[in-house]
């Protein structure tokens, strides 16, 4: 049977595609298509369609992070799979090909999947607080494979102030390292995704980025054509200009409604006592709120907020494929050029230590800023090289370089697109059955004809 490639390709948009003539060449050979996205437009989100056929009412995934309620928690970037309700592509593909050899290349909720073959970002954290770049493999051995050739996974240009190309190019090595070995290949290249949100899709910067994304596929993209492969290329969003950061939580607590507690850290946000919290996401905040008495109230408050353009309450959480017990009381869609952050604390003096940091588990909502360093800090680049010599020692320390300004930032993602160019899009290779638009609950079903996975 044929193999099949399935690279996503993270922000790939139609006007994106005009720079990029080697991906281009996979719908020339077959066709290009419209991707109807999900709600909310986010990866964990996205992809858990991709792989179900199902929406976030079914799947459970609502976001990148949401509550957790029994625990009063929120946690964002969970790796395990069994978080995503359904079943998936290969799991229903084994029905027809027992015998499908399969490998997930940085795809979310990877660990504990039932495929051959597992890469996902995973760093080494150590007692003292310190951590290291490193990934979790299944099998094991593919862990001293990969390290072996293409040297340890490149964590802090996968996500941070020096989020890179290196990191694509990483998985990208790795890909072609284990695509030979498996029939279905999911891979998964997020370079896009940086410099589109640090300065937007309309510079000169987004054409540099989808040149170099196209450089860098070349190689896997010519490894499968001499392999026969087919190859499918998808995106989850587009990004979009953006100028307006709208802080929620603010908005709660100055209405009385968002608790904090304090400590030697700062403050911290009170999941257990608040009437109302957010848990911002992009451009989609879950509104988490207690007392159902209080569900009107905290609607039209947050209605009235400049930048907010839809708050959907529970018949609008059903027309939109999210009412699922883990997402908020009320959704909140932002307007076209604004985007949520997740602050809560209202004078920067009393911010928490880690907001200031790249930490990504530790904050109660997505933090873009952290692609930043502190351009109001004159002395950052010295307090970055003072850690990260402390770190080279052995030494504690704190990388305290991302801004509390949110103004830096001027793209985003997560609702859906106004215009199909600023929209995802999907590229396949197999000319057999052209389609000009797919809906986001159709991939599977399109990946198992590919892949002879189907029944009939």
């Known amino acids: 049977m044929t193999k099949l490639l399935v690279l996503d390709v993270v922000g790939l948009t139609p006007r994106l595609l005009e720079h990029m003539p080697r991906l281009r060449r996979v719908a020339d050979r077959g066709y290009q298509a419209t991707l109807e996205t999900v709600l909310p437009a986010v990866t964990c989100s996205a992809q858990s369609t991709f792989l179900t056929g199902l929406l976030p009412t079914d799947h459970g995934i609502v976001g990148n992070g949401w509550l957790f309620r029994d625990l009063g928690d929120v946690l964002l970037w969970r790796q395990h799979n069994g978080l995503v309700e359904g079943e998936k592509l290969w799991e229903t593909a084994r029905a027809t090909r027992p015998d499908l050899t399969v490998a997930n290349i940085c795809w979310w909720y990877a660990m504990g999947a039932t495929v051959d073959t597992t890469v996902t970002p995973r760093p080494a954290y150590y007692a003292d607080g310190r951590k290291e770049p490193d990934c979790w493999t299944w099998p094991p051995s593919v862990h001293d494979r990969l390290v072996a050739e293409l040297g340890p996974f490149p964590l802090f240009t996968f996500w941070g102030p020096g989020a890179s190309i290196a990191s694509s190019e990483w998985i990208i090595g790795a890909t072609r390292m284990l695509m030979p070995e498996h029939d279905l290949t999911l891979s998964y290249v997020p370079h896009l995704d940086y410099d589109l949100q640090r300065f937007g899709p309309s510079g000169p910067e987004a054409i540099r980025a989808a040149r170099e994304v196209d450089r860098a596929l070349a190689p896997l993209l010519d490894d499968a054509d001499r392999l026969g492969a087919r190859v499918v290329v998808l995106s989850e969003y587009g990004i979009t200009d953006v100028s307006r950061a709208v802080d929620v939580n603010r908005v709660l607590r100055r209405a009385g409604l968002l608790h904090v507690h304090h400590n030697e850290t700062g403050e911290i946000l009170d999941t257990w006592t608040s009437p109302a919290f957010a848990v911002a996401d992009h451009q989609v905040a879950h509104v988490y709120v207690r007392d159902e008495d209080d569900i009107p109230r905290v609607r039209d408050l947050l209605a009235d907020v400049p930048g907010v353009g ?54 109660p909502g997505y933090d873009p800023v952290e692609l930043f360093m502190d351009p109001q800090d004159r002395w950052v680049k010295l307090r970055a090289g003072t850690a990260l010599a402390r770190k080279k020692l052995g030494m504690r320390y704190m990388m305290d370089v991302v801004p509390l300004d949110p103004a830096p930032l001027r793209g985003s993602h997560g609702r859906l697109p106004d215009d199909p160019l600023d929209g995802p899009v999907l590229l396949c290779s197999d000319p057999a059955a052209p389609r000009t638009q797919v809906r986001a609950v159709e991939v599977r079903d399109l990946l198992l004809d590919l892949v002879g996975g189907r029944a009939g």
Request: hydrophobic share 35%; no cysteine; glycine share 6%.
């Open 310 to 363: 839809q708050v959907l309450d529970a018949e609008g959480k059903r027309e939109q494929g999210l009412d699922h017990p883990r997402s908020g009381e009320l959704v909140l869609v932002a307007e076209p050029d604004s985007w949520f952050t997740y602050y809560y604390w209202l004078d920067d003096a009393n911010a928490p230590d880690f907001a200031r940091l790249v930490e990504i588990h530790k904050k």
